[in-house]
């Protein structure tokens, strides 16, 4: 079992910044991706950006040049700054863990969630 720990959501104004932080702690496996999803009321969750052990990133087109991904992997911790933050960005984000068996995404460990909601 991995457990997840996200901190660092609340409440900003429009054009604020925020920064969350996700920490894993258990059976951690390596390599491995860890990433940020969101779920806005009334909608499905969504890719936010994601970094694997080597480093390589992935964004939704949405916040590509706002949000940045980086990774301690001694610490086996996520961050996810936000910049440049709307009122569209408002979502519960959840942290994720994951690996690939034989290029099949398995071992899917998801964090409690936090809330970013922000303000027009």
């Known amino acids: 079992q991995v457990q997840l720990v996200e901190s660092g959501g609340g409440l900003v104004q429009a054009g604020g910044s925020l920064r969350l932080s996700c920490a894993a702690s258990?059976?951690?496996?390596?390599?491995?991706?860890m990433g940020w999803y969101r779920q806005a009321p009334g909608k499905q969750r969504e890719l936010v950006a994601t970094i694997t052990t080597g480093g390589v990133t992935n964004y939704a087109d949405s916040v590509k040049g706002r949000f940045a991904i980086s990774k301690d992997n001694a610490k086996n911790t996520v961050y996810l700054q936000m910049n440049s933050l709307k009122p569209e960005d408002t979502a519960v984000y959840y942290c994720?863990?994951?690996?690939?068996?034989?290029?099949?995404?398995?071992?899917?460990?998801w964090g409690q969630g936090t809330q970013v909601t922000v303000s027009s």
């Open positions: 994720n863990i994951y690996r690939r068996l034989l290029g099949v995404r398995a071992n899917d460990y």
């Open positions: 258990g059976n951690i496996f390596s390599p491995n991706t």
